[in-house]
């Protein structure tokens, strides 16, 4: 059982950027207060709606895809979410001690098919690959580093790239 | 997440309210799945309350259509938010679940 600090452990303002940083253990029901949290936390921030649902949208299927697939025990992980508010959106870091999984590289679902062959695999990573303004992925020794950039009211270009180290 | 329900001419109107999220879609997908099971066949969804909806929440939609599908039901969503309906038309749902402007609409199509 892992007694570290849960949610919100800090909270601090700039000039520029507010930031929160958010930990949670590999739980649904946590990553679920999490959005809540975060939701909260960007509205009082004044981020703009659009981006707002974005970034909620990017916690919940990003954190959930890594409680889902990415440990290969059944012990407790501490998984990492820091929200930076910018002027017309939101930086989303994510950082877990999963196994390797670059969400850049997986491919996207078929939205093309009819409704009988439509399978819904994939498709969480694609919404948020699509609503992104850009993402890096960086894998450092033990860690996967998820950036996500979030920009308000419009779709985002869908720019990825990947950082080896 | 609320889900309450009304009958307008044999049409099976499902309002859905507040958030469809990794929560709260099992519980979903068990109310709505029940209700074809009970004999409804033409469906619509007024999403005009659906504040959030992500993958979760599609994969209830698909599998509703799909159930709805096989019994030669129908299933028409009406009055999303913007953003509700942004996600529907990322993950290409537009194609395979037609989307109204209005309840009234989509009930006309359905009947």
């Given amino acids: 059982m892992i007694s570290a600090q849960r949610h919100a452990p800090e909270a601090w303002k700039s000039a520029f950027t507010v930031k929160k940083q958010f930990v949670i253990t590999n739980d649904l029901q946590e990553t679920s207060r999490l959005c809540a949290d975060a939701e909260q936390f960007l509205e009082e921030a004044g981020t703009p709606p659009g981006a707002i649902y974005g970034a909620v949208l990017a916690l919940e299927e990003m954190i959930s895809n890594i409680i889902k697939y990415g440990y290969d025990d059944h012990a407790d992980h501490l998984i990492t979410a820091t929200l930076s508010v910018q002027n017309d959106g939101v930086e989303l870091l994510l950082e877990d001690d999963g196994h390797f999984f670059n969400p850049l590289e997986s491919p996207a679902p078929d939205t093309d098919l009819p409704l009988q062959d439509r399978r819904i695999g994939g498709l969480g990573i694609h919404l948020v690959r699509k609503l992104a303004h850009s993402m890096n992925y960086r894998r450092t020794a033990s860690r996967n580093q998820l950036e996500i950039s979030i920009r308000g009211g419009r779709r985002g270009s869908g720019t990825a790239s990947t950082v080896e180290s | ?111």
């Fill in chain 2, 1 to 111: 997440m609320q889900i309450s329900e009304t009958d307008r001419d044999h049409v099976k109107v499902v309002s859905l309210s507040g958030r469809l999220d990794s929560l709260s879609s099992p519980d979903a997908e068990k109310r709505l799945l029940n209700l074809v099971e009970a004999g409804a066949r033409k469906m619509v969804l007024d999403c005009q309350g659906l504040e959030y909806i992500s993958s979760a929440g599609l994969r209830v939609l698909l599998t509703l259509a799909k159930h709805l599908g096989a019994v030669q039901g129908n299933l028409l969503l009406a009055a999303p938010a913007d953003q509700v309906r942004e996600v529907l038309d990322i993950a290409g749902f537009a194609d395979i679940l037609p989307v109204c402007a209005s309840v009234d609409e989509a009930v006309k199509l359905c009947a």
